[in-house]
């Protein structure tokens, strides 16, 4: 059964800073892997998705890169800032389950 | 575009009362998803649609909770009666054709159950 786990839960950090937010997964038979942000009171956003075969993608300040044999994922936010701050999801699609998997999220909070 | 919508955006209910939510995915979208996410924790699949026929109800609690989606369009959830451990977000998600084409998942902002 295919579990994602994200570290930290919850993360601060000062403003312009540079972070990285973790992802692992335990079965790297996967279609693609997303990133999310989710602000308090909604729903999710889909900000990246990388495919199986693809080992990173780049929208804005954002980075995300996938190595699928260790089951790992990493989303980088350059220069960040107070509107970054929500909880960020990745998720997996399972080839065996075929639906996504859910992570817990890491918290981010940039303080001004 | 309109997104996805979903109503009601709050329901304070007791338990063993009965409450349904409602979602209209975006114009277009073949495949619709109800989530259930507790407090903390990532969303969990309940129920996955293709048009109007049912793909994935493997973590649906049966017993409880139903879902249908009439025309293939909007799509309501059910759950009858409700348990204290039902205090939880429902969201509901669409994407175009299905997820195996890599395509991205688009939510709405959910329901916040509260079960007294």
């Known amino acids: 059964k295919q579990e994602v786990t994200q570290i930290p839960a919850a993360l601060s950090v000062p403003e312009g800073e540079n972070l990285v937010l973790n992802c692992s997964f335990t079965d790297s038979a996967i279609y693609n892997l997303q990133w999310f942000r989710q602000d308090p009171g909604k729903g999710l956003t889909s900000l990246l998705l990388?495919?199986?075969?693809?080992r990173e993608q780049t929208s804005g300040r954002l980075n995300a890169s996938l190595d699928k044999s260790s089951g790992r994922s990493t989303l980088y936010i350059a220069a960040s800032q107070p509107g970054d701050s929500a909880t960020y999801l990745c998720?997996?699609?399972?080839?065996?389950?075929?639906?996504?998997?859910f992570g817990p999220g890491t918290r981010l909070s940039v303080l001004p | 575009e309109a997104g996805v919508a979903q109503s009601p955006r709050y329901k304070i209910i007791e338990k063993r009362q009965s409450v349904a939510f409602w979602c209209n995915p975006i114009?277009?979208?073949?495949?619709l998803y109800w989530y259930q996410q507790i407090l903390g924790q990532g969303p969990k699949l309940l129920i996955q649609?293709?048009?109007?026929?049912?793909?994935?109800d493997s973590q649906l609690p049966k017993d409880r909770f139903s879902a249908e989606r009439l025309k293939g369009v909007d799509s309501t959830l059910k759950i009858q009666p409700a348990k204290l451990e039902d205090s939880a977000v429902y969201l509901c998600?669409?994407?175009?054709?299905?997820?195996?084409?890599?395509?991205?998942?688009?939510f709405g902002s959910g329901t916040q159950l509260s079960v007294l």
């Open positions: 114009s277009g979208h073949a495949t």
């Open positions: 649609f293709q048009n109007n026929g049912v793909v994935d």
């Open positions: 998720a997996v699609y399972d080839n065996y389950g075929q639906n996504f998997v």
């Open positions: 990388i495919q199986s075969s693809q």
């Open positions: 998600a669409s994407s175009l054709l299905g997820t195996t084409t890599n395509e991205k998942l688009f």
